[in-house]
């Protein structure tokens, strides 16, 4: 029988419902696991484990009691540290926030507390969710449970970590150009992030906001199927929040891809890409056959252009969010001021410039340039036409094609530092996952191969916006057995 760390999803839920396994069991085995590698890997910034075994006790005895139990059924979470949780520090992996502690729960806190998850911790990230390796965190890097000298990919970097090493079975992070899915990649989890409007910004400290989007990281579909369940559906205090109804995603093991048309972008696997990552992608494709699929080319012309774009908007809006983070409304204030001899404008900077890391300056900058005055038209602007060409580009073929397959990411993990002092390196790493995000529609990624080195490789598919469950069925059915690729060496 396999350790608690290394069970599927179905595993533990059965066990938790048939009583053979309580949820103070499994919260203390969770725990026990980040206690052992959490200073290893640094996926948690905190952990509270009184309130989690308080939550795990109080399901158990309702349990007991006969009553109902939310769907989690007392399953451990973890939630990335830009999710506000009531009275518990949420710093966003930055200076700027270290003394914040929410006076309020996100949505999607809420909906775990309502559906008996048992939330343990809060998961490191890429400073404010702006970067590809977990590597700019005030609370320092994370690294990679299938190799600790490599990257975990980012900026949900925790929270893929996490998973991948048995620390939770369920994890939240949040995907504004990749996020989940290409740590998801590195890890050997599965990542989605849904269309946006599907699940709730409220309480998510933002990002780019026409962008962000909170999903879930799984050791398998069906977790992730599972997560995104209990936290789907509308909100009324998200105003870009959709009234759509959630479908039974936890329900589509097995089924049948016979019709399922699968698209397939020619402009993917060009220079750049990975010989072993194609090869792994391939294969997951060449499975999806197999189980009934049928695979045509598909075009997406504006596709090459998403980098440039998502590098206009996201700092744009970024430069935005992050202005009211200014040492007196909201965050940092520098202890290195003088009120008799300097002015408010050198408590700003000071306060800003101790406050944010590098990566987060770099793109308040650039955002506010392009923004600026004689530059709004030139950059912003067209960078807003791109991105409905884009979305065009993806409306023309899911005309023709339900899901489109290919590469995560172009290479597997990288090593840690390896594109830390390169930009332009780091946001390419991007490349496949971008254009969702600025297109607003679904994708995930699902493990489909190891490199010969032991790094896993991931499989992403895309749908239309709100097609879920088609999404999720495909990848149920695209998905590589664990014994296949292989255990993680942490998990």
Known sequence: MPELHEQSTDILLASLKQGDLSSRALTTACLARIEQLNPKLNAFNRVDADAALRKADSIDAKRAAGEAIGMLQGLPVGIKDNMCQSGVATTCGSHMLNNYRPPYDAHVVERLDAEDGVIVGKLNMD?????????????????????????????????????????????????????????????GVVGMKPTYGRVSRYGLVAFASSLDQIGPL?????????????????????????????????????????????????????????????????????????????????????AKYSVA????????????????????????????????????????????????????????????YALSAGYYDAYYLKALKVRRRIREDFDKAFADVDVIAGPVAPTPAFRIGEKKNDPLAMYLS????????????????????????????????????????SLLQAAAMAETPRDTIGTCPMS
């Open 309 to 368: 774009a998502y590098y206009l908007i996201a700092p744009s809006e970024a430069s935005s969010n992050l202005a009211r983070y200014d040492g007196i409304h909201y965050g940092h204030r520098t202890e290195n001021f003088d009120a008799k001899n300097d002015g408010l404008l050198d408590l700003y900077c000071r306060s800003r410039g101790e406050g944010f890391g590098a990566e987060v300056k770099r793109r308040i900058m650039l955002g506010t």
């Open 218 to 302: 799984a050791r398998d579909v069906h977790g992730a199927a599972l997560l995104l369940q209990a936290i789907a559906g509308h909100d009324k205090r998200d105003t870009t929040c959709v009234e759509s109804g959630v479908d039974d995603y936890s329900g589509l093991h097995g089924q049948s891809l016979d019709g399922l048309r699968i698209g397939i972008v020619d402009e993917h696997y060009g220079e750049g890409l990975d010989n072993e990552v194609e090869a792994a992608v391939r294969s997951g494709i060449a499975r999806l056959e197999s189980a009934g699929a049928t695979v045509k080319s598909v075009n997406l012309p504006h």
């Open 430 to 469: 991007d490349i496949y996952t971008i254009s969702a995000n600025l297109a607003g529609i679904p994708g995930i990624s699902v493990p489909c191969g190891l490199t010969s080195a032991g790094l896993p490789i991931g499989l992403q598919m895309q749908a239309p916006a709100f097609s879920e469950t």
């Open 127 to 187: 400073e404010f969710a702006m970067g590809s390796s977990t590597e700019t965190s005030a609370s320092g890097l994370t690294r990679n449970p299938w190799n600790t000298e490599h990257s975990p990919g980012g900026s949900s970097g925790g929270s893929a970590a996490a998973v991948a090493a048995g620390m939770v079975p369920l994890a939240l992070g949040s995907d504004t150009g990749g996020s989940i899915r290409q740590p998801a990649s590195f890890c």
